[in-house]
């Protein structure tokens, strides 16, 4: 666990955006009322969305 977090802090940046596709909302939830600390552009999409999800990220 400790190695996953920290792949994940030293990767943190090398983002522009990042979609989250989930259909639970207690996860939908916290992204949204959390995103504000990612420094990239986070948006949440329905379980139905990849297709949306992944065009958002291309575009």
Do not use: H, N, Y
């Not at 552009?41 to 999800?53: I, L, M, N, Q």
């Amino acid at each position: 666990m400790r190695a996953d977090l920290r792949l994940g802090i030293e990767k943190f940046t090398a983002f522009e955006r990042v979609a989250l596709v989930t259909c639970l909302g207690w996860i939908r939830q916290a992204v949204s009322a959390m995103g504000f600390l990612m420094p990239v552009e986070v948006r949440v999409f329905g379980g139905a969305d990849g297709d949306v999800a992944r065009s958002w990220l291309i575009g």
